[in-house]
């Protein structure tokens, strides 16, 4: 069995993903790591280039500003680098996922344990969303409570945008992956760095989703949907993760929330009455 992993990456330094922490995070169980670095403003291939492994294989893209739908780049981004896998699981990591490496081992196991099983054609994760600081995070059905990371190199599959996979059984039919759910969390970061870079990913990016720049304010979230954070961080970010000792992260009081987030809210309802999940899930659940 042979373990590929891969990622995709653009402007890492200056919007402030940690990128870095997030390739270290797995590194030791996989056998091989694809970075296809996109042509940036920073330092970010010199950066990957510094890391000592010979696991890691880089590959330079240059992104089309001319696909400008949905994030149908993001797909093609992922797809250049997954197709550069040559492993028989291929685990997709985003550059603000990081896993906890208490859960190294676990992950490894369950590699082993459905390679075998057609039944399991991909593997999903849980997720923490960390949210404001590193003490608080969001626990609502707006946000995916888990998904779909490692699939099968055997499935034909591919990336309609960055986000998940479909399928492909017949040509213009597609469907989403039978997946395995472990009881492991990814954990992820994009939502606790500044707003400054946020503000500046929105400039950059939401051209390939065919908007325009918005602006990032932390403050404006529904508090009902913020819960503490009890749990340790990865040890591959504590240099990363700035000393923290304030507790959650406070919301505006006075904000109102808009009619998606009151969606939201009585789902969210409904969920605890009734011991429902209504999440958006890319993935059939085994």
């Given at each position: 069995?042979?373990?590929?992993a891969?990622?995709?990456i653009?402007?890492?330094?200056i919007?402030?993903?940690?990128f870095?922490?997030?390739?270290?995070?797995?590194?030791?169980?996989?056998d091989?790591?694809i970075?296809n670095?996109?042509?940036s403003?920073d330092?970010?291939?010199?950066?990957?280039?510094s890391?000592?492994?010979?696991?890691?294989?880089?590959v330079?893209?240059?992104?089309?500003n001319?696909?400008?739908?949905?994030g149908?780049?993001?797909?093609?981004?992922?797809?250049?680098?997954?197709?550069?896998?040559?492993?028989d699981?291929l685990f997709?990591?985003e550059?603000?996922?990081?896993?906890h490496?208490?859960?190294?081992?676990?992950?490894?196991?369950?590699?082993?344990?459905?390679?075998q099983?057609?039944?399991?054609?991909?593997?999903?994760?849980?997720?923490?969303?960390?949210?404001?600081?590193?003490?608080?995070?969001?626990?609502?059905?707006?946000?995916?409570?888990?998904?779909?990371?490692?699939?099968?190199?055997?499935?034909?599959s591919?990336?309609?945008?960055?986000?998940f996979?479909?399928?492909?059984?017949?040509?213009?039919?597609?469907?989403?992956p039978?997946?395995?759910?472990l009881?492991?969390?990814?954990?992820?970061?994009?939502?606790?760095?500044?707003?400054?870079?946020?503000?500046?990913k929105?400039?950059?990016?939401?051209?390939?989703?065919?908007?325009?720049?918005?602006?990032?304010n932390?403050?404006?979230?529904?508090?009902?949907?913020?819960?503490l954070?009890?749990g340790t961080h990865?040890?591959?970010?504590?240099?990363?993760?700035?000393?923290?000792?304030?507790?959650?992260?406070?919301?505006?009081?006075?904000?109102?929330?808009t009619?998606?987030?009151?969606?939201?809210?009585?789902?969210?309802?409904?969920?605890?009455l009734?011991?429902?999940?209504?999440?958006?899930?890319?993935?059939?659940?085994v």
């Amino acid at each position: 069995m042979k373990i590929s992993a891969f990622t995709f990456i653009k402007n890492g330094q200056i919007l402030g993903y940690p990128f870095i922490q997030s390739i270290k995070s797995i590194l030791p169980i996989v056998d091989e790591f694809i970075v296809n670095v996109g042509k940036s403003q920073d330092d970010t291939l010199k950066v990957i280039k510094s890391l000592k492994s010979k696991k890691i294989k880089i590959v330079e893209s240059e992104w089309n500003n001319n696909m400008t739908y949905k994030g149908y780049v993001y797909g093609q981004q992922k797809m250049i680098s997954q197709f550069s896998c040559t492993g028989d699981w291929l685990f997709y990591i985003e550059g603000d996922e990081v896993y906890h490496n208490k859960d190294l081992d676990e992950i490894l196991a369950a590699l082993k344990k459905y390679h075998q099983d057609s039944n399991v054609e991909a593997l999903a994760f849980k997720f923490i969303h960390f949210y404001g600081n590193k003490n608080t995070y969001l626990d609502s059905p707006g946000w995916y409570r888990s998904e779909a990371r490692v699939i099968k190199s055997s499935v034909r599959s591919y990336a309609p945008d960055g986000l998940f996979w479909l399928v492909l059984e017949k040509n213009k039919v597609g469907r989403y992956p039978k997946a395995k759910l472990l009881d492991i969390n990814c954990y992820h970061y994009g939502w606790i760095r500044t707003e400054n870079q946020m503000n500046l990913k929105s400039q950059k990016v939401q051209k390939y989703w065919g908007g325009s720049p918005h602006s990032i304010n932390y403050k404006k979230m529904d508090k009902k949907i913020l819960r503490l954070f009890h749990g340790t961080h990865p040890e591959v970010l504590s240099d990363w993760l700035k000393e923290d000792n304030t507790g959650m992260f406070e919301v505006d009081k006075d904000y109102h929330i808009t009619s998606k987030q009151r969606k939201h809210r009585i789902m969210l309802f409904f969920e605890k009455l009734f011991g429902l999940e209504l999440s958006k899930k890319h993935y059939k659940k085994v």
